[in-house]
Nanobody, 125 residues
Framework: QVRLVESGGGLVRPGDSLKLSCAPSEGTFGTMAWFRQAPGKDREFVAAVRWGDGATSLARSVRGRFTVRRDRADNSLNLQMTGLNPEDTAIYSC????????????????????WGQGTQVTVSS
């Protein structure tokens, strides 16, 4: 069974940077993404990469601050986060699908079959 293993979460101060990584235990995917869920809120899309051509999608709330990249060497997905603020506090989960999703579909969690356990990101002074 495929597992997605996230790493890189932690406690940081406002304005700090953090990098999250997601490594699949096996295989490659059509699209990989990051979602997050803050306490008391619904899960929301953060970023995605379509593996074949590297096309990326970013939620409006993180544009200009977060960057998402694929690493073909180990099929991992990386999320570089800068300018973090308390509103970014959440559990960040990696998701993957065998489908190569068009841009309008990448932010919809129902299209992703595989999910990681999540990693906590806390931004607090």
């Amino acid at each position: 069974q495929v597992r997605l293993v996230e790493s890189g979460g932690g406690l940081v101060r406002p304005g700090d940077s953090l990098k999250l990584s997601c490594a699949p235990s096996e295989g490659t995917f059509g699209t990989m993404a990051w979602f997050r869920q803050a306490p008391g809120k619904d899960r929301e899309f953060v970023a995605a990469v379509r593996w074949g051509d590297g096309a990326t999608s970013l939620a409006r709330s993180v544009r200009g601050r977060f960057t998402v990249r694929r690493d073909r060497a180990d099929n991992s997905l990386n999320l570089q986060m800068t300018g973090l603020n308390p509103e970014d506090t959440a559990i960040y989960s990696c998701a993957a699908t065998t489908k190569s999703l068009i841009q309008s579909a990448r932010d919809n969690d129902r299209y992703y079959e595989f999910w990681g356990q999540g990693t906590q990101v806390t931004v607090s002074s």
